[in-house]
Every structure is written in structure tokens, then in C-alpha cells.
């Protein structure tokens, strides 16, 4: 015993020591798994104190309940869902075939919320799938990545050569999306930047424009725009990209999560619909209602007489 304390007091050093009596677990108690919360309620972190007698030796008082926090909880409480499904794609999915990690995906959103907002989930998909077809862009925008599924659907159906520059002010799920992207092999046709519409104007019009732009605006209209971020910004958003030339003759817009007209101010909601009517240069081509409030519009800046 007494070669085990000479041995143990020489690796505790008394900087390690006095670090040691201050550390502190802290963490939102509503965030822990349940598993965790048992061992938070249960008292303070362990006290670490100088062993009276005995230089440089430390011994812990625990205070509270010890439990066992199982594999599932942990990863979850760690990793977070948008993590789990990057995990989960990796796993599961074959690599540079985005058939393969889109099908992966949907798996795992329809587990974790037991499938409910599918049927909205896919009607959503079938109309973009629609629209890429039927338009055929080549210069795409997403405004709002997340974790990548949409910049997939769209992507897919670029021609060679073509780009999808998707921004996301997330930079967790900008870098999940970037893996996924890349696990579906389409690493060439994505460009996915973090950040807003406006700190990265001049960014958005250089990598549509394929290179250098004047004053920050794009030399020509993208073709396609996605607007799938916050709601309340979509309508600031798209006056920006007009104003940078990024949105322009010849740009469908396509906006998720919209409402009807009258439902609210577009100024204060990012009302797409509102806006569309209040601007004869854009002209609706589509509207789906998958919800009471909600649906998807579609519409394109036309050429006017």
C-alpha cells in the first residue's frame, strides 16, 4: 500500500490537485436523458480534497446516486439526432450512391418521429423532384441546408457541369451535410456555405457566377432557388438576392412552409404568396397545400411586354 501511495503521489502534482477540487459538472438538467437526471438529482460533484497526512494524494467523496447510463442515452444525449443520422447514413448507406443515402435518410427520420409528417415530407419532395425535372436549372441556391436530403434531391438532377450552392447558418449541420454530400458522391455539384444570405452575398454570386464578380452581384440569375430556411426571412432574403442579381428574369423561386394570403403580413412573416401578388414581374405557377396553413409555392420571374 505504501509503494501504491508513493506511486500515486507522484503523478498528482499540486496543479493538478487544485484544478481538480474546482471542476464542476454543469449541464441543463432537461437536456439529460433520464438516466442522467437520476445521478444530477442525486447530489453535488464529487468533493476532491487533500488526503490529511499523506503529500499529494487525493481522494473523492462521492455525494448522490451512481446509475448506469445505457449505450442508447448517452449517444442520443451526446450526439444529438442530426449526428445519430450522419452515423447512421455512414453505416448504412452505400457510398456514391445517392439512391442509397436518400433511402437511408428517410428511414431514419420516419423511426425517430415514428413517421409522423411523412405524407407533407413527400408530397414536398415529389413537387421539387417536379419542378427539377420540368425546369432542368443548371445554377441552383438553397437557402437552408440542414443536414443535406434537399441539396441531395436537387443535386441529382443536375446536368454535368451544373451547381447547387446551398448556405446553412448552422455550422453543425452545414458540416453534417457536407459529410453526407460527399458519402452520396455529389461532393462536385454542391458548394455548402455557412452562414446568412447576407454575410455571404458576395460568396453566393462568385460561386454561381463560377469565379469573380463586380460589386458582389452575380453575372447571371441563378436558375432555381430554394428558400428552406426561417419563414420570417424569406421575403428579406429574396429582396437581397433581386438587389445582388442573384434572383432575376428567369428564376423559379420555390418557397416551403408558406401561407395562405392574408394569413399574415408578408413584410413581417416572409410571406411568399403576399409577395409574389403585390409583384407582377412573378407569376405563380404552382401552389400545393400540404397543411392547413402550410404548403409549397412555386413561381418564376417572368419577362413582362
Same mark, same amino acid.
Given at each position: 500500500?505504501?509503494?501504491?501511495? +508513493? ?7 499540486? #496543479? ?17 436523458? +433520464? ?23 487525493? @481522494? ?7 446509475? +448506469? ?5 448517452? @449517444? ?6 442530426? +449526428?445519430?443520422?450522419? %452515423?447512421?447514413? %455512414? ?5 456514391? *450512391? ?7 435518410? *428517410? ?14 415530407? /413527400? ?12 425546369? #432542368? ?29 446551398? %448556405? ?11 459529410? %453526407? ?15 446568412? &444570405?447576407? @454575410? ?8 454561381? /457566377?463560377?469565379?469573380?464578380?463586380? *460589386?458582389? /452581384? ?16 424569406? &421575403? ?23 401561407? $395562405? ?25 404552382? $401552389? ?18
Amino acid at each position: 500500500m505504501a509503494m501504491a501511495g +508513493r506511486t500515486l503521489a507522484q503523478r498528482v502534482t499540486g #496543479r493538478s490537485l487544485a484544478a481538480a477540487s474546482h471542476m464542476r459538472l454543469e449541464a441543463p438538467l432537461a437536456a439529460m436523458p +433520464r438516466s442522467i437526471q437520476t445521478l444530477a438529482r442525486g447530489g453535488q460533484a464529487p468533493r476532491c480534497q487533500r488526503t490529511a497526512g499523506v503529500r499529494g494524494i487525493v @481522494s473523492a467523496e462521492s455525494v448522490g446516486t451512481v446509475v +448506469r447510463v445505457d449505450k442508447e442515452h448517452w @449517444s442520443a444525449f451526446m450526439f444529438g439526432r442530426e +449526428r445519430q443520422l450522419l %452515423i447512421h447514413v %455512414i453505416n448504412t448507406a452505400q457510398e456514391g *450512391d445517392t439512391d442509397s443515402v436518400m433511402e437511408a435518410m *428517410d428511414s431514419f427520420w420516419a423511426h425517430t418521429f415514428a413517421m409522423a409528417g411523412t405524407d407533407s415530407w /413527400s408530397v414536398r419532395g415529389d413537387l421539387l423532384d417536379k419542378v427539377m425535372k420540368e425546369k #432542368r436549372p443548371d445554377r441552383c441556391l438553397e437557402i437552408g441546408t440542414y443536414c443535406g436530403y434537399s441539396a441531395l434531391r436537387m443535386a441529382r438532377h443536375l446536368p454535368d457541369g451544373g451547381v447547387l450552392v446551398s %448556405i446553412e447558418v448552422d455550422p453543425l449541420f452545414a458540416a453534417i451535410a457536407t459529410k %453526407i454530400v460527399e458519402h452520396a458522391g455529389l461532393a462536385s455539384k454542391v458548394k455548402i456555405l455557412m452562414g446568412t &444570405v447576407e @454575410s455571404k452575398a458576395t460568396r453566393i454570386s462568385e460561386c454561381l /457566377s463560377r469565379g469573380p464578380v463586380a *460589386d458582389g /452581384s452575380a453575372t447571371k440569375p441563378a436558375d432555381f432557388v430554394l428558400c428552406d430556411h426561417s419563414k420570417e426571412l424569406f &421575403v428579406p432574403d429574396l429582396k437581397l438576392l433581386e438587389e445582388r442579381g442573384v434572383v432575376g428574369p428567369g428564376t423559379v423561386v420555390m418557397g416551403d412552409t408558406t401561407v $395562405y394570403p392574408g394569413e399574415a403580413d408578408s413584410d413581417k412573416a416572409g410571406n411568399l404568396l403576399s409577395y409574389f401578388a403585390a409583384h407582377p414581374k412573378y407569376r405563380v405557377q404552382q $401552389y400545393v397545400g400540404t397543411e392547413v396553413q402550410h404548403g409549397i409555392t412555386v413561381s418564376e420571374w417572368v419577362h413582362l411586354p
